[in-house]
């Protein structure tokens, strides 16, 4: 059997490595601490595995054919975006493979690759955690961006099922879940429904995976110029109200979210928190520690939350 080792839950942006703080106060190296001592409790923990649930921002999936979910059971490619980590993942397919398995029976059909890109939404997330451990990993991809967005309670159940998937796999060892995405940060539309998304952005969203390189060398510039904004759009209250939530273990509150009520106070790239709901679903504990910083500049409220304890910073 497979014991879970905990969850770590974990806001990514780009602008971390874009933009990083330049000392002790600048923004953003609040939250880099914070992680910094989370990745000390997790090489700690020693997990054998983990399972990292996170996004795909149009590096691996486009509209012309796009899963609301995608399990990598082979083979996990860095695409190397925003300085994040490029090429080959360690992968742990014996386990990617059980839990297929399990989470078909309970009546989940994901989708599946056996060569998967990955993007920043699930490597940097990967690389804070794990540093350089290599540590064998199986990629959950969420779509958060535009339907299909699976509904948060629909994620609530696929993450019960990621959890009595994992408990039950005959792959002997710990396994820890990492959460990547969130909390509140408002992005420009990329869904081919909205009138306002001109022609280009609109078939690059659509035909973009014919020449994915391509297509990101004309978007990341657009993203690049978001950052370092200290009157970026964040919403601190909402994003407290959400760690306060899963602090007690009411998924309830938060599942009962509308599409358009979440999008309204947390913007579209809200919708990242669906991969929160997943890993906490799975783990079926509240946290017992959290972190917070809004950081503007960054164009997000970053926030961390874990299910196991972390040593807390020494007093000068």
């Keep these: 059997m497979t014991e879970i080792a905990g969850l770590v839950a974990i806001s990514h942006s780009p602008f971390a490595q874009l933009l990083p703080p330049d000392g002790p106060t600048a923004p953003g190296a609040r939250f880099l601490a914070a992680a910094g001592r989370v990745a000390a409790a997790v090489a700690r923990l020693a997990p054998d595995a983990v399972i990292v649930i996170g996004p ?9 054919l796009m899963p609301p979910f ?27 493979w059980s839990i297929r398995e399990q989470v078909t029976a309970a009546g989940f059909d994901l989708a599946l690759s056996y060569a998967l890109t990955v993007d920043h939404g ?23 961006t535009a339907p299909p967005l699976p509904a948060p309670p629909r994620c609530v159940q696929l993450g019960r099922a990621l959890g009595a998937a994992v408990r039950a796999s005959d792959v002997a ?30 078939a690059g969203v659509i035909h973009g995976g014919r020449d994915p390189h391509a297509f990101d060398a004309a978007r990341e510039p657009r993203i690049r110029a978001l950052g370092g904004d ?5 919403n601190t209250e909402w994003d407290t109200w959400f760690l306060d939530r899963l602090c007690h273990g009411d998924l309830a509150s938060i599942a009962a979210l509308t599409e358009d009520e979440l999008e309204r106070v947390a913007g579209r790239g809200g919708n990242e928190i669906r991969n929160w709901l997943i890993g906490a679903a799975a783990v079926a504990e509240p946290f017992v520690w959290t972190s917070y910083e809004p950081v503007p500049e960054w164009i997000t409220g970053m926030g961390i939350g874990t299910t196991f304890p972390i040593d807390q910073p020494k007093s000068a």
């Excluded at 795909?56 to 012309?64: I, K, L, P, Q």
């Excluded at 995608?70 to 990617?96: C, H, I, M, N, Y």
């Design 56 to 64: 795909d921002h149009f590096h691996a999936n486009f509209y012309d």
């Design 70 to 96: 995608v399990l990598g059971v082979e083979q996990a490619t860095g695409f190397g975006d925003f300085g994040s980590r490029p090429g080959p993942l360690p992968v742990a397919d014996k386990l990617a």
């Design 122 to 144: 699930i490597v940097q997330s990967y690389e804070i955690i794990c540093g350089t451990a290599d540590i064998p990993v199986v990629p959950l991809v969420v779509n958060t």
């Design 173 to 202: 060892g710990r396994v820890l879940l990492i959460a990547s995405g969130g909390l509140s940060h408002w992005l420009p539309s990329a869904d081919p429904r909205d009138p306002e998304l001109d022609r280009e952005r609109r």
């Design 230 to 234: 200290p009157n970026a759009q964040v």
